[in-house]
């Protein structure tokens, strides 16, 4: 069983950075595909970014350029850093896991963007 445990959320102000965090049990981490998604009020959840087991990434292209998601498999996290914030990346973010096995996900932690 896999879980997912997300920190680094909070408020900050337009044009702050924050980095989130997300640290995973089990042994699956570096053969997975992890992600950031994220869910506005109102809204359905959306990929933020992703990033293969070789390294591959992609992101939103609302977010390209300001965000970056990185991976330390040694440590079983992957992280999202956020520069630039604007208030409309207002959203609870959650942290993904896809593998073979199934896709897990985290609880979510929220960040809000004050403008």
């Known amino acids: 069983q896999v879980q997912l445990v997300e920190s680094g959320g909070g408020l900050v102000q337009a044009g702050g950075s924050l980095r989130l965090s997300c640290a995973a049990s089990?042994?699956?981490?570096?053969?997975?595909?992890m992600a950031w998604y994220r869910q506005a009020p109102g809204a359905e959840r959306a990929m933020v970014a992703r990033?293969?087991?070789?390294?591959?990434?992609a992101y939103k292209d609302s977010v390209r350029g300001r965000f970056t998601i990185s991976r330390d498999n040694a440590k079983n996290t992957v992280y999202l850093q956020m520069n630039s914030l604007k208030p409309e990346d207002t959203a609870v973010y959650y942290c993904?896991?896809?593998?073979?096995?199934?896709?897990?996900w985290g609880q979510g932690t929220q960040v809000t963007v004050s403008s």
């Open positions: 993904a896991l896809h593998h073979n096995s199934g896709d897990y």
């Open positions: 089990g042994n699956i981490f570096s053969l997975s595909v």
């Open positions: 990033l293969g087991s070789f390294g591959t990434t």
